[in-house]
């Protein structure tokens, strides 16, 4: 595939004497801990081995020309060194434009422009992280391409600088994390407040993971993900008038029953319940991986699915769908949406002589209620970002 990909880089920019350098970054699932990045808690996700591809060549100009073989028919996106301000009819290129821009403002000379040529594997607002996989390709490229002494945990908190304020969707550190410290057959548990991490070995015996696309697209800056945010902000504000903490995933759950008649509003109320229920079911279900007791790994995910659904209501009915299919299928231990929700992809532990037969039974109920069917992929668990 990298043969087909320098080919098509050539012909886009006609560069046929340049070096061409090729960069990838993987995306990511989460296995549990869904909306907790950004309430100060425990989240566990992993990289996977479907992600983003970045070829890259230098110029003599101070231009760079970005082109996505996923938008084709369309132009190279073109900007200049002297002006990296957000503009909203760059649309995707704002992503790795950003990681240029904030460099910038670090007060690192970018001296060259480049021709960089972006392959997604990734269906764009699938819930796996196209966005931080852009973001950490295009900064493990301008580390490398530029001798820049960045080390992982810098890029990170770039790529997420990017998302917040480049963008502007108030996400947490968990995307641009799994990414960026992926670690092939490893989950990483990841304190979000600390950036404290452990990683887990993945053993699932005969059983897969199964990432199931729901093909409906969504996007987080125009989802309700910032407003998720601020009902957490406000139940959290009631809890502090009784509790001294900072953050909602510092409360137990004891401490919540004890205290949740002082979040004034019941909508928060659901909100907050959510997520110190779920930050308690990610830390569950790392031990239960590390003991090999995947029929209790499985049970909370499901568990957390119908929080994500009731309490926080993020899912949607086809995801709903998915995970309720799934959880009527013989061979499955677990399945919940992953990501921030509004569409985008579930994930499934599948025994593996069954996945046909559960792929049968999910596309039969999918095609049913939502009138079309739905896409799924097959992937490992992988590695962070590297140079090809």
């Known amino acids: 595939m990298i043969k087909q990909l320098q080919k098509q880089f050539k012909d886009i920019f006609n560069t046929y004497d340049e070096e061409v350098q090729c960069f990838f970054a993987p995306g ?50 073109v900007c200049q060194l002297a002006d990296l301000s957000y503009k909203k009819a760059d649309a995707w290129a704002n992503y790795p434009k950003g990681i240029f821009y904030y460099l910038q403002k670090a007060g690192i000379q970018l001296n060259r422009g480049l021709n960089i040529m972006y392959y997604g594997e990734i269906p764009n607002g699938a819930g796996l992280s196209s966005s931080a996989s852009i973001e950490m390709v295009t900064a493990i490229a301008l580390k490398q391409l530029f001798n820049l002494s960045l080390d ?47 990683y887990a070995p993945i053993q699932l015996d005969y059983y897969k993971i199964m990432i199931i696309h729901t093909n409906k697209r969504r996007s987080l800056a125009e989802s309700k993900y910032n407003e998720r945010k601020q009902e957490c902000e406000n139940a959290l504000t009631d809890l502090q008038e009784a ?18 008649h002082l979040i004034r509003d019941d909508l928060h109320r659901n909100r907050a319940a959510h997520v110190i229920y779920e930050h308690a079911r990610t830390k569950a279900a790392y031990d239960s991986l590390l003991k090999q007791d995947l029929d209790d790994f499985g049970q909370l995910m499901f568990d957390s699915h119908d929080s994500l659904k009731h309490l926080y ?16 299928a013989e061979g499955v231990l677990g399945a919940r949406m992953t990501g921030a929700g509004f ?46």
């Open 28 to 77: 990511r699932i989460n296995l549990i801990g869904e909306h907790i990045d950004y309430n100060g808690g425990y989240v566990f996700p992993a990289a996977i081995s479907i992600g983003t591809y970045a070829l890259v060549s230098e110029r003599e100009d101070q231009a760079i020309h970005f082109y996505s073989l996923n938008m084709k028919g369309k132009e190279p996106i």
């Open 343 to 388: 569409g985008g992809c579930a994930i499934a532990i599948v025994e593996e002589e069954k996945i046909d037969q559960v792929k049968e039974a999910i596309i039969e109920t999918y095609i049913e209620r939502i009138g079309y069917a739905p896409s799924f992929y097959e992937a490992d668990i992988s590695d962070g970002p590297k140079q090809i």
């Open 152 to 198: 992982m945990k810098e890029l990170v908190l770039l790529g997420k600088k990017v998302e917040n304020e480049y963008i502007g969707v108030n996400s947490g550190i968990m995307d641009q994390f799994s990414v960026g410290f992926g670690k092939k057959d490893h989950a990483i548990l990841l304190d979000c407040h600390t950036l404290e991490h452990h």
């Open 243 to 260: 509790l001294d903490v900072h953050y909602l995933c510092e409360i137990t759950g004891e401490q919540f029953e004890q205290y949740k």
């Open 313 to 328: 209501e993020v899912s949607g009915i086809e995801l709903d769908t998915i995970v309720e299919s799934a959880q009527q």
